[in-house]
């Protein structure tokens, strides 16, 4: 059973407007949320995460929200760029310093 | 810094046949993880180490060994391989932060086909 959900595989958007991932979780003791980026054939580099006591995180064109009640958040991208295409993962994680639990990944392409 | 680096980068096996995956990391991170990720699967925790000669399962350990003799070095063994260990093996490390997460920094990965 998969305790972190990221139920869109693939999102399509134009440059220059917000590409909008979504991750959904199980675990109530998942209390820190962390999105991953990928390229091909490269290995996951950290983007952005936020804690469980805060509800957005921002960091130049990206954003994350955390909705704890919905056990929802989500990425925001604006404005999407052509390097931005790639596969991102959303992870959590409940304990001290280890056992992050990773979604299955949403293929982003932005088109020029 | 190299930061964290994975030996091979592509190997094939043939089912039954042993190998061992190499991850060093030069950022001096107490913690050292090794994932699987499959299609669909996102990725999956295999071993991790939270320390020098230390080491623990994760979510899918079986049919692997690891071991952490050196701080910077953490190696995965596949003793008798399978099929169904053909996947992209990422490994990451990471240092704690007193109480607050940690980011784990991930290695490009060892593409493994098993035949």
């Known amino acids: 059973d998969q305790q972190v959900k990221q139920n869109s595989p693939s999102l399509s958007v134009q440059e220059g407007r917000i590409s909008i991932l979504n991750c959904d979780y199980t675990?109530?003791?998942?209390?820190?949320f962390l999105w991953y980026k990928k390229y091909p054939a490269e290995g996951p580099t950290f983007l952005i995460s936020?804690?469980?006591?805060?509800d957005k995180n921002e960091d130049g064109r990206f954003t994350v929200f955390l909705n704890k009640s919905a056990k929802h958040l989500s990425l925001h991208i604006v404005p999407s760029q052509p390097g931005d295409s790639a596969v991102y993962f959303c992870?959590?994680?409940?304990?001290?310093?280890?056992?992050?639990?990773f979604g299955a990944g949403t293929i982003l392409r932005v088109k020029s | 810094n190299a930061g964290v680096t994975q030996t091979p980068k592509f190997r094939v096996l043939k089912t039954g046949q042993s190998m061992t995956l190499l991850c060093a990391q030069d950022?001096?991170?107490?913690?050292m993880y090794w994932y699987r990720q499959d299609p669909g699967m996102g990725l999956r925790l295999i071993h991790y180490?939270?320390?020098?000669?230390?080491?623990a399962k994760g979510e899918v350990p079986d049919g692997y060994n690891v071991s952490r003799l050196k701080k910077q070095n953490f190696l995965l063994g596949l003793e008798s391989a399978a099929p169904s260990q053909t996947s992209v093996y990422f490994c990451?490390?990471?240092?704690?932060?007193?109480?607050?997460?940690?980011?784990?920094?991930f290695g490009p990965g060892t593409r493994l086909l098993v035949l």
């Open positions: 675990n109530s003791m998942f209390d820190y």
């Open positions: 992870a959590a994680s409940g304990e001290y310093g280890n056992k992050l639990v």
């Open positions: 936020i804690s469980s006591i805060k």
């Open positions: 180490s939270v320390g020098e000669g230390t080491t």
């Open positions: 950022m001096n991170h107490e913690y």
């Open positions: 990451a490390s990471s240092y704690p932060q007193g109480g607050f997460q940690e980011t784990q920094y």
